[in-house]
T-cell receptor, first 114, second 108 residues
């Protein structure tokens, strides 16, 4: 199993550009999450999904959109990037709903918006 | 919203015990987690505790949970230089919330 993978690993955008970050997992996990990590602020939840075709807002959803068209993929979109979105983005997944099991993390995507 | 708080820095000498503390506010939390992050890497789950437990031990790691005070701690016995990292506390109810992380520095 590849686990949780993220594409791309690094990206530099100009203000106003758009892009999509891809998260893929091959563990048949139901729940998937997108976080951003900023210095001194830990991880903040952007959006999450409890299953194929469903999405929900987290703590900091503004400026981002997500889609979960296939169970194994969770896409994070930035329609018009802003410098405040410079961050490291982590995707994660969990097998079941409920409150059990390890949350598996991807390696992260480092995004810089100029 | 609900918060998870932890101190930002901890420094210990090699061989000593480290205790990292965390407080949370969500009374509906059912699982509480400790993650470790090394430079340039993602988060690695160290251990977790169900909210109806008050202690869990796993080799050098001991987790204590005081549900009444919403206080969680992670004790690392015989701390080694390889334990130097950022440690994140997290709580899970409907979603999952993380603290800002405690940077543990282990001095030889």
């Amino acid at each position: 199993n590849a686990g949780v993978t993220q594409t791309p690993k690094f990206r530099v955008l100009k203000t106003g550009q758009s892009m999509t970050l891809l998260c893929a997992q091959d563990m048949n996990h139901e729940y998937m999450y997108w976080y951003r990590q900023d210095p001194g602020m830990g991880l903040r939840l952007i959006h999450y999904s409890v299953g194929e075709g469903t999405t929900a807002k987290g703590e900091v959803p503004d400026g981002y959109n997500v889609s979960r068209l296939k169970k194994q993929n969770f896409l994070l979109g930035l329609e018009s990037a802003a410098p405040s979105q410079t961050s490291v983005y982590f995707c994660a997944s969990i097998y079941g709903g409920g409150h059990t099991n390890e949350q598996f993390f991807g390696p992260g995507t480092r995004l810089t918006v100029l | 919203g609900e918060d998870v708080e932890q101190s930002l820095f901890l420094s210990v000498r090699e061989g000593d015990s480290s205790v990292i503390n965390c407080t949370y506010t969500d009374s509906s939390s059912t699982y509480l987690y400790w993650y470790k992050q090394e430079p340039g890497a993602g988060l690695q789950l160290l251990t977790y505790i169900f909210s109806n437990m008050d202690m869990k031990q796993d080799q050098r790691l001991t987790v204590l949970l005081n549900k009444k005070d919403k206080h969680l701690s992670l004790r690392i016995a015989d701390t080694q230089t390889g334990d130097s990292a950022i440690y994140f506390c997290a709580e899970r109810s409907n979603d999952m919330r993380f603290g800002a992380g405690t940077r543990l520095t282990v001095k030889p």
